[in-house]
């Protein structure tokens, strides 16, 4: 009984964990712009049509961009 109040206790820590952290995540999704660096991998910003690659350097980003990544790329906000 007991066991099984601590297992669903920690179910809803961790669920509550990954929810927040997803909030995080949202709302540095509408911030409006900022600098993008490339991690690793590659990675290019879409702007009006028009492909930018990312470098090892600070890229700067607007509003309505989309970032995309491939083969495993990791792009820090």
């Known amino acids: ?6 297992t669903r206790l920690f179910q809803i ?13 949202a709302s540095e999704q509408f911030t409006g712009g900022g600098q993008a660096q490339l991690v690793e991998g590659r990675a290019i910003i879409v702007r009006q049509g028009k492909e930018m690659e990312i470098g090892p350097y600070p890229t700067d980003f607007k509003d309505q961009d989309l ?11």
């Open 1 to 6: 009984m007991f066991l099984t109040k601590l």
């Open 13 to 25: 820590v961790l669920l509550s964990g990954i929810l927040l952290s997803h909030i995080k995540i």
């Open 67 to 77: 970032i995309q990544t491939f083969d495993k790329g990791k792009v820090i906000l």
